[in-house]
């Protein structure tokens, strides 16, 4: 089977005293083709994650095969076939961009070339640029430079490493339209985002926290899963407003959100009491109010 | 002058003939929370660092805490507090220690240090955590850490830089809500942030496009103006007409 198929990882660090689980008990599966986000904040363990299915590292117990390889036996094909995109640029800062791309294009055995068609979308933004060190790239331009080599042997797999990461919102928008367009060259991706507005963009999302895959579905089966009432409110003195909801019997937790705070009822059928000048809605819960709630469940 | 913390009056910032920060000009009501926003390259640190007294401008006026950014700029850095993702406290010293070692640098005396460390400490709820080294802490809680030990020395100002990359979504507010008691005691607070949810917090938010201040108002107005439901979508139709590639 293709596609990334894992089954009951675990790892952990080694600290000065006890230890650092850096996953628990990770099962996932991810069919060929598809664009899956993997979501969750620093520390959460994505890229301990990223670094097992790129057989960078050993996990500590469980398996998991990426295009049907298993990633302890078959390490070496499995370098051959996938392509990663670090969350550190890891590119060679002293080569151009054009030498960097040849230079991982010889090394797969194939040539810029013979893929271009892969990369023309992204290569032709940093083209003009390709006489100049990769060092010298601002952050936008290394992380699309880092894309074009990470896809110039075709590979049948990509992950890629908070690709977005401290990333202005013009310049994120363009790297996910990227990612559709290479998700419809039939390529799996696996791509993790500290950005929760991020997940709509994916087919599915897998939401992690402290090395727990919270919950992994589609982003609007997770938003139907959220199962409580939700308001959205808003009045004059927001901090005032904040500490008022908190400490309502009607309310399980509130918390800013944007320019209103959201409410999540303990029951549908009882409603906070609020003055008639505090605006107040139902709303259809985001991804981020189910990692909120989902962080809250497993917290508690 | 006393309600402004900041002003600037066409201030601009040259590297040879790249214009970084072509003519900006805005003020900012002390115990404002401030959102300075802009694409990468847009010229929002290179603003910064002259509002932190670290980099002469080319041109323009401009004042921080009342301090003229030229001539002042000593007496700029000991009334403000500073934080960013990328550099805030030392993960191989100690809670206390970081503590210690900031408000000592600016000019705190021990006893005044000791009294307000365990008022921070209770607060943040890291007292049985004090002598562990900020290394060992989780993410959330050394931000969270780092944002109280920048206000510390009741700075007039604090310039947060994109202060919760990475950060998860309950510590994030958790990190909002300081904020808010921050300007609620009357600190000028000044963000950067990538987070378009986060403008919405704000009271005025400014949105930086190739050197210059294209928008400036509240996020409501700032809506409402472009006709748009969210920051996010002001931003993008802002930043889009960016000429200027990143630097």
């Known amino acids: ?161 908070e690709p977005t990461t401290g990333v202005d919102a013009v310049s994120r928008k363009e790297f996910w339209e990227l990612l559709r367009s290479l998700r419809a060259e039939g390529i799996t991706i696996m791509v993790s985002t500290p950005y929760m507005d991020e997940a709509s963009l ?56 944007g320019e209103y705070h959201h409410a999540v009822l303990k029951d549908a059928a009882f409603l906070p009491e609020l003055p008639a000048n505090i605006e107040v809605k139902e709303v259809e819960p985001d991804i981020e109010d189910c990692f909120i709630s989902l962080m809250r469940t497993h917290a508690g | 002058m006393q309600d402004r913390a900041i002003t600037a009056e066409k201030l601009t910032k040259k590297f040879g003939d790249f214009t970084a920060v072509d003519q900006i000009s805005f003020e900012v009501s002390k115990g404002e929370i401030f959102g300075f926003l802009g694409a990468n390259g847009a010229g929002k640190t290179t603003a910064m660092r002259m509002f932190c007294g670290l980099s002469l401008p080319t041109s323009g006026v401009a004042t921080v805490g009342g301090f003229d950014v030229y001539s002042e700029n000593e007496k700029i850095k000991n ?25 000592g640098i600016y000019g705190m005396s021990s006893k005044a240090i000791r009294v307000k460390a365990e008022h921070i400490l209770k607060g943040l709820e890291l007292e049985a955590e004090k002598n562990m080294l900020v ?49 609620g005691e009357g600190i000028t607070v000044f963000v950067t942030t990538h987070y378009m949810d986060e403008a919405e917090y704000c009271n005025r938010v400014s949105i930086m496009v190739d050197g210059r201040i294209e928008a400036l108002d509240t996020p409501t107005g700032m809506k409402k103006h472009m006709g748009v439901g969210s920051m996010n979508e002001v931003f993008l139709q802002l930043a889009r007409k960016a000429t200027r590639t990143e630097n």
């Open chain 2, 79 to 103: 009334s403000i507090g500073y934080m960013s993702q990328r550099f805030s406290l030392y993960d191989d010293l100690s809670v206390i220690e970081n503590i210690r070692f900031y408000a």
């Open chain 2, 135 to 183: 290394g060992s802490l989780p993410l959330g809680w050394k931000q969270k850490l780092a944002f109280s030990v920048a206000i510390f020395h009741e700075p007039r100002i604090v310039f947060l830089d994109e202060p919760t990359g990475g950060v998860d979504p309950i510590t994030r507010r958790e990190f909002w809500q300081l904020i808010y008691e921050a300007a």
């Open chain 1, 202 to 257: 994916c087919d599915r999302v897998g939401l992690i926290q402290q090395g727990s895959m919270m919950g992994v579905d589609t982003p609007q089966h997770l938003r139907n899963a959220f199962g409580k009432k939700l308001l959205s409110v808003k009045g004059p003195d927001m901090l005032q407003l904040l500490r008022q909801l908190q400490a309502m019997d009607t309310v399980e937790h509130a918390y800013p959100f």
């Open chain 1, 1 to 161: 089977m293709n596609g990334i198929t894992i089954n009951n990882i675990s790892k952990s660090y080694p600290l000065k005293k006890g230890k650092q689980e850096a996953l628990k008990n990770i099962e996932l599966t991810i069919p060929e083709g598809e664009l899956f986000g993997l979501i969750g904040p620093d520390g959460a363990g994505k890229t301990t994650l990223f670094r097992i299915l790129t057989t960078l590292l050993l996990p500590d117990s469980g398996t998991a095969s990426v295009n049907g390889l298993d990633t302890t036996k078959d390490f070496m094909q499995i370098r051959k076939e996938v392509g990663y995109m670090p969350g550190r640029f890891s590119l060679y800062t002293d080569l151009t961009v054009e030498e960097n791309l040849n230079f991982f294009a010889n090394i797969f055995n194939t040539s810029v070339k013979e893929n271009y068609h892969l990369i023309k979308e992204v290569y032709k933004m940093i083209e003009p640029f390709k006489k100049v060190r990769a060092g010298k790239l601002s952050g936008g331009m290394k992380q699309k430079l880092a894309l074009s080599c990470a896809l110039i042997h075709k590979p049948k797999t990509l992950f890629l490493d």
